[in-house]
């Protein structure tokens, strides 16, 4: 039935690649011209729809700069918000958005770099805004390799390593019938590609793909369980004590793959499970359903990830009988000292 869907949608997907490719030659011409801001800019993004690690990038590759002692700041167009235009969502102390103002990953990245933050569509308007708010020398862009208006002097591209494998399946064709938002030779003008395996074994670039990685600073990244958090205390625990028992399992990100296997690889039973979209906005309707799924399977606790616990912990009064617990997940880069060297040296880069 997708598959059938796919295949309908393939006129459009040819006409979304050739406005793609003619918006991007203007900008290779210097017909549609980006602009620079007071600031050096880093950018994180990506040339498929969800799932390829931006938010664990974007936090560890801002940490990487703060722990170097540069003073950042964190832009994202706000995924999924209810507002609009330009919105400060944290000034580095304190959030002063609300997720369904701002949206789940700026707040979720605010909270943990303890950074300023906002949210824009349109980047450039936002950065300088941001960066008359706050003091800033380097401004990371989230979900930024498209939003070509604005100069970067670094900009990384995440690829899901299962989503690479894929070569000849319609996943890999334009949207809408596929998940690219642009085509693998638009790598061309990265200057880090991160290919995230996540949980899983590393594989080898398919042959058909490598030509477009060839002569590319490529680095393999990977996810490590950082412990099990209570949403409400913060209190950390290990996977192993949650090993056994039944927990419902909530969740609404894009591919849950690499989440649930986690668990499974760690002993935690996931047959219960609510299994939401990507980026999923919980309302009474989903809390009621959670409540009423927990007490019908004599659930012990209910486990999610951390981007899902940012916006259940809005309904802390509705949950407050339920313990509700994520799984904090960190990126860890192979060969991590060069790729540092690499990003310091094109910030320090005059």
């Known amino acids: ?24 030659s203007f900008f290779d011409k210097n017909w549609f011209k ?13 040339i ?9 990038a974007t936090i560890y590759v801002s940490q990487l700069l703060k722990d170097a002692g540069f003073k950042i700041g964190v832009l994202s167009r706000g995924y999924r918000r209810e507002t609009k235009g330009f919105l400060f969502v944290s000034d580095g102390k304190k959030i002063i958005s609300d997720v369904e103002s701002a949206g789940d990953e700026i707040v979720l990245t605010a909270s943990e770099l303890k950074a300023p933050a906002a949210v824009s569509e349109k980047r450039v308007e936002g950065a300088e805004k941001l960066l008359r708010r706050a003091d800033i020398d380097v ?24 989503f690479l494998m894929k070569t000849g399946k319609l996943e890999q064709n334009f949207l809408p019938s596929g998940e690219m938002r642009e085509p693998f030779s638009s790598l061309d003008r990265s200057d880090i590609i991160v290919v995230n395996r996540k949980f899983s074994d590393k594989k080898e670039i398919p042959s058909k793909l490598k030509k477009y990685f060839d002569g590319k600073s490529v680095f393999c990244a990977r996810y490590k369980n950082a412990g099990i958090f209570d949403v409400k205390s913060q209190t950390s625990f290990s996977l192993e004590e949650f090993s056994g028992q039944k927990s419902l399992i909530v969740c609404g990100i894009a591919r849950p793959f690499s989440f649930l296997h986690s668990l499974e690889n760690n002993g935690i039973d996931f047959t219960n499970k609510l299994i939401f979209g990507d980026h999923k906005n919980y309302t009474n309707k989903e809390i009621q359903l959670i ?22 912990s809005q309904f802390s009064k509705e949950l407050d009988d339920i313990d509700i617990y994520y799984l904090k997940i960190e990126l860890v880069i192979q060969n991590e000292e060069k790729f540092k060297k690499l990003i310091l040296d094109k910030i320090n880069k005059k």
């Open 1 to 24: 039935m997708l598959n059938a869907l796919r295949i309908a949608l393939l006129p459009f997907s040819y006409l979304y690649g050739l406005i793609i490719r003619t918006r991007n």
């Open 34 to 46: 980006e602009k620079r801001i007071n600031a050096k800019v880093v950018s994180i993004g990506n």
């Open 48 to 56: 498929s729809v969800g799932g390829s690690g931006k938010t664990p």
């Open 139 to 162: 401004l990371v862009l989230d979900d930024a390799f498209q939003h070509r208006w604005i100069h970067r002097d670094v900009d990384i591209v995440t690829i899901d390593q299962r």
């Open 291 to 312: 409540r009423k799924k927990f007490y019908e399977t004599n659930a012990y606790s209910v486990l999610t990830t951390q981007k899902d616990a940012v916006k259940l």
